[in-house]
C-alpha cells in the first residue's frame, strides 16, 4: 500500500513538474498534498481513473494581463497582472491580490492552490483563486498606487463579480489598495456588490475583516496547545513579519497573555526581550500602516530592543512560533534553531512558509505545527462572512463576526484532528488539513461531472 501510494506520488510529480516547468513553488504546495492525499486516493482507484489530481493541478483559467500606468514624474510604467482561477467546485472564485515584485505564475498558482483546501476547510462555500501583480508598493506615492490599482482593475473587472470571483487582499494590498480597486470596479461595471472583500466599514466592510487573519492564527494555536494542556498565557512567542497578519497575531498573543518578542520585515527583525506592551503595539501599527516605515526603527525608539538586519527570528528562544511574512520563511536551520530553542509549537500565519524539510523536522522532534491553510484561513473565512452580510444587507456586530471565526477555527482544527489523527492518537495537522480540504472538493467536482 505504501508503496503504491510512493510510487503514484512520483508518477504524479514527474508529470506535474514536466508540465509546468520552473514552477518551484508550485510543484512544492502541490507535492505536500499529494504527499497526504495518496493513501486515500490509491485506496479508492476510481480517483486514480478519473484523474482528480490532474484536475486539481490545472487552474480552471489563467488570465495574465498587461497593466501599464504613468507614475508620478509622467514616465510609462509596465507591470504583469494575474488572476488564476483555480477551482469553483464549491462556490466562487475566492482569495486574495498579492503585489510584491516577486510575484510571478508560479507563486500565483500555488497561492491558488492553497487556497482551494483553505477555502474548503473554512466551511464555507468558496473556491479558490488567487492574482497579483510584480507591482511594488513601496516607496511609491498614494496617487501612483491609485493610478495602479486603476489600470490593474480595469482588466480585472472583465473577469471576476460577486457570484464569479471575489478577490480581497495579500501581501501588498491593504484597505487603501481594495479601496481603490473598488471604487475603480464600481465606477466601470456601475455596481455597488461585495465583489471585494475587506472594504471600509462606511462602504460594505465587516467588522473585524483587518483582525481575523492574525487572531484566528492565535484561536487555532490555543486548541492546538490545548490539545497537550498548554497555552499562550505566560508563553513567550515569536512573530514573523509586521504586516497586517503579523500585527493582528501578535495583539491576540499579547491579549492571551503572552509575551511577543519579535517582529520583522524583509530587512530584518527586532529582539525585544521584554516584549510588546499596548504602547509598542500602536507604535507598529503607526509605524507600519500609516507611516509605511521599516521595523528597524522599533529598536531607535525602544532601546531594550536589538535590531538584526538580515537576518530572520527564529534563533531567539521561543515557546511559540508565528510565522507572518512569506512563503519558505523557516528552513532547515531555522527550523533546528526554533527545536533547539525550546518552541512547543509552530502555528503558521503566512502561506507555505515552512520548507517541507523543516516540516519534517519539526514534526519529527513532537513540536505541534500547523500548516497556513489552517491557521490561516481565519482571513478568509471572514471574508465570506462580509460576502453575507453584503448580500443579505446588514452589518454584523463584532462580537458575531467574533463568534462566528471562533466557532470556524475550532471547526478547523477539529477537520485536522478527525483526518489526521494516528492510532496512537497523534495528529499530524498536515494531513489533516490535506484530507479534509481533498475530499470535500473532489466530492463536488465528482458530483458536477467532467467540466
Ligand atoms: P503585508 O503586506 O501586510 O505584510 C507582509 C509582511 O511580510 C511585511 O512585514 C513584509 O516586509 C514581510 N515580507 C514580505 N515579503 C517578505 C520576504 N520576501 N521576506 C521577508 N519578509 C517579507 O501582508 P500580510 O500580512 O497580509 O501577509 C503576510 C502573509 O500572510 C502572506 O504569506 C500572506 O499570503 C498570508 N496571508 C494573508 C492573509 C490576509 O488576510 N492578509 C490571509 C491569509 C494568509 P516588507 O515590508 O519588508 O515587505
Ligand atoms: O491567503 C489568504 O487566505 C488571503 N490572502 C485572504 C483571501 C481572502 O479572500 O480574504
Known amino acids: 500500500m505504501a508503496l503504491n501510494a510512493d510510487k503514484f506520488i512520483e508518477a504524479f510529480m514527474a508529470n506535474l513538474i514536466a508540465k509546468n516547468p520552473g514552477e518551484n513553488e508550485f510543484h512544492q504546495a502541490v507535492r505536500v498534498v499529494v504527499g497526504s492525499v495518496a493513501p486515500y486516493i490509491v485506496e479508492n482507484p476510481w480517483l486514480i481513473e478519473e484523474k482528480i489530481m490532474e484536475r486539481m493541478t490545472e487552474p480552471e483559467r489563467v488570465i495574465m494581463f498587461r497593466v501599464p500606468w504613468i507614475d508620478d514624474r509622467g514616465d510609462i510604467q509596465i507591470n504583469r497582472g494575474f488572476r488564476v482561477q483555480m477551482n469553483s467546485a464549491i462556490g466562487p472564485y475566492k482569495g486574495g491580490l498579492r503585489f510584491h515584485p516577486s510575484v510571478n505564475l508560479s507563486i500565483m498558482k500555488f497561492l491558488a492552490f492553497e487556497q482551494t483546501f483553505k477555502n474548503s476547510l473554512t466551511t464555507l462555500p468558496m473556491g479558490g483563486a488567487k492574482g497579483g501583480s510584480d507591482f511594488n508598493p513601496r516607496g511609491k506615492s498614494n496617487n501612483e498606487v491609485m493610478r495602479f490599482c486603476q489600470s490593474f482593475m480595469t482588466e480585472l473587472q472583465k473577469h471576476i463579480g460577486q457570484d464569479t470571483d471575489v478577490p480581497a487582499g495579500d501581501i501588498g494590498v491593504g484597505g487603501r489598495e481594495i479601496g481603490y480597486l473598488f471604487g475603480q470596479y464600481k465606477r466601470l461595471r456601475n455596481e455597488f456588490t461585495g465583489t471585494l472583500t475587506g472594504k471600509g466599514l462606511a462602504w460594505g466592510g465587516s467588522l473585524l475583516r483587518p483582525e481575523a487573519t ?50 520583522s520585515d524583509s530587512n530584518g527583525f527586532i529582539y525585544d526581550p521584554d516584549g510588546l506592551d499596548d504602547e509598542k503595539w500602536k507604535f507598529v501599527m503607526f509605524l507600519k500602516n500609516a507611516r509605511r516605515g521599516r521595523i528597524s526603527e522599533y529598536a531607535e525608539k525602544y532601546p531594550t530592543a536589538s535590531y538584526y538586519p538580515g537576518k530572520r527570528p527564529w534563533g531567539i528562544k521561543c515557546d511559540i512560533a508565528l510565522p507572518c511574512a512569506t512563503q519558505n520563511e523557516i528552513e532547515i536551520d531555522d527550523a533546528k534553531a526554533l527545536i533547539e530553542g525550546g518552541c512547543r509549537c509552530v502555528c503558521e500565519g503566512a502561506n507555505m512558509p515552512t520548507t517541507p524539510d523543516a516540516i519534517a523536522a519539526i514534526q519529527g522532534a513532537g513540536l505541534l505545527y500547523s ?34 471565526l471562533h466557532t470556524i477555527m475550532h471547526d478547523i482544527h477539529s477537520a485536522c484532528v478527525q483526518y489526521g489523527t494516528d492510532e496512537n492518537g497523534n495528529t499530524d495537522y498536515v494531513k489533516g488539513a490535506n484530507i479534509a480540504g481533498f475530499i470535500k472538493v473532489a466530492g463536488a467536482m465528482m458530483d458536477q461531472g467532467l467540466v
Open 214 to 263: 492574525g487572531f484566528g492564527v492565535c484561536y487555532f494555536a490555543e486548541e492546538m496547545l490545548a490539545s497537550k494542556g498548554l497555552g499562550f498565557k505566560d508563553s513567550v512567542v515569536a512573530v514573523s513579519g509586521a504586516g497586517n497578519v503579523a500585527q493582528y497575531a501578535a495583539r491576540k498573543a499579547m491579549d492571551l497573555g503572552a509575551k511577543v518578542v519579535t517582529l
Open 371 to 404: 500548516p497556513g491553510k489552517a491557521s490561516n484561513a481565519g482571513g478568509v473565512a471572514t471574508s465570506g462572512l462580509e460576502m453575507t452580510q453584503n448580500s443579505i444587507r446588514q452589518k454584523w456586530t463584532r462580537e458575531e463576526v467574533d463568534s462566528h
